[in-house]
């Protein structure tokens, strides 16, 4: 599966320009505050929308940013390796009266990395650019965003994606084998206590994967299971959060679990949430006082002084989980993109001590407050 069925789509060509402000890293949106009536106001996330496929598979270009975010396990337990490829579409505050077409009206951002214990640390990329001239975008209706010759595709219930970099390329057919699962009150998905701060959130848990990981001129012929979110928002971190902490699990009686809590200025617990749908495919939906994430250990970044819980016990309910990463330098330094360094990386979940899942952890806003 190389890739050539890129070449009649988009030729090689340098992204216009890297972004020079701060987005939100993964799952984060700052306040908006804006006083000038030029200026289009974005579209607000409120209660009793229904998400709709194929519909809202797609990009939403009226709220202020959305992303599409998969991570995964391959070859697991021959050779396990971790992976994660995030597209991010972020809508600027533009006057609408500037009709200038190098007036940047979306911003697409994309980061991808391969976690590979042999390696010892993680390998990452970035990349970004404004949206148009055929170099960046987002489609409304089905999933295709790309940013140069990175894309994401949506083929039927199947996604294909693409990302070459300097040193790693990621070729992947994966498969959607369970139906979406909504997070929160059906997609509504709360991330403090102001009514404002949600998200419109969907998750496709138990993707199963096939492709091609290629490193140092060596191709590996690679299989495994994935997990993709969709998210979009216009009002999403609030001034009392600092950060968040989240786990997508896998379970390998076929059931999933997300679930997340937004810390506050003291460590804290902020606001919480989740769901988790079990292997017979009902559906629970865990309240704030459902969810604790409990710290065991922490890892310390020698490139930027971080300080990262990653080994946890998480509670969703009556489930308990203990998290333990694949290995610990999984730190993802995007201050050329997104403006912020946090850790993102491949996790096993055990209960009494047995293996019982595989998945990811994200933990942001110990390098510093997420800020926009």
Do not use: C
């Not at 996604?159 to 997070?183: C, G, K, M, N």
Request: proline share 7%.
């Amino acid at each position: 599966m190389a890739g050539d069925w890129l070449k009649p789509l988009l030729p090689r060509r340098r992204t216009l320009a890297l972004l020079a402000s701060a987005l939100a890293a993964p799952k984060a949106v700052a306040r908006l505050t804006t006083h000038d009536s030029r200026i289009t106001p974005f579209a607000p996330v409120v209660p009793g929308y229904r998400i709709q496929f194929p519909r809202d598979e797609g990009s939403h270009p009226d709220f202020r940013i959305e992303w599409w975010y998969i991570t995964g396990w391959l070859n697991e337990p021959a050779r396990p390796l971790g992976f994660q490829i995030t597209f991010f579409r972020a809508r600027p505050s533009l006057k609408h009266d500037n009709p200038s077409a190098f007036n940047p009206r979306q911003i697409m951002v994309a980061h991808a990395a391969l976690s590979d214990p042999a390696h010892g640390r993680l390998l990452h990329a970035q990349r970004a650019a404004r949206e148009g001239f055929a170099l960046a975008g987002a489609d409304s209706g089905r999933t295709r965003v790309w940013i140069d010759d990175w894309r994401l595709h949506q083929e039927a219930r199947s996604y294909r994606a693409w990302i070459p970099t300097h040193e790693f390329s990621i070729d992947l057919v994966l498969d959607a084998v369970q139906p979406p699962l909504l997070q929160g009150d059906n997609g509504f998905s709360r991330k403090g206590p102001a009514p404002e701060s949600a998200s419109y959130y969907y998750s496709l848990p138990q993707l199963k994967v096939e492709g091609d990981v290629t490193r140092g001129g060596k191709k590996l012929r690679v299989a495994g299971s994935a997990w993709l979110d969709h998210e979009w928002s216009s009002q999403y971190l609030e001034k009392g959060a600092t950060g968040w902490d989240w786990i997508g699990i896998n379970l390998s009686d076929g059931a999933a679990l997300m679930a997340f809590r937004m810390r506050d200025r003291h460590g804290g617990p902020y606001w919480a949430g989740g769901a988790l749908r079990r292997a017979d495919g009902s559906r629970r939906v865990f309240s704030p006082t459902d969810i604790r994430f409990t710290p065991r250990r922490e890892w310390r970044s020698a490139r930027t002084g971080t300080s990262y819980p990653v080994s946890w016990v998480v509670r969703a309910g009556d489930l308990e989980l203990a998290i333990e990463p694949l290995f610990d330098d999984q730190e993802h330094d995007t201050r050329a993109s997104s403006g912020t360094i946090y850790w993102e990386g491949a996790v096993r979940a055990l209960r009494a001590g047995k293996p019982v899942g595989l998945g990811y952890l994200e933990l942001t806003g110990y390098w510093r407050r997420m800020e926009l």
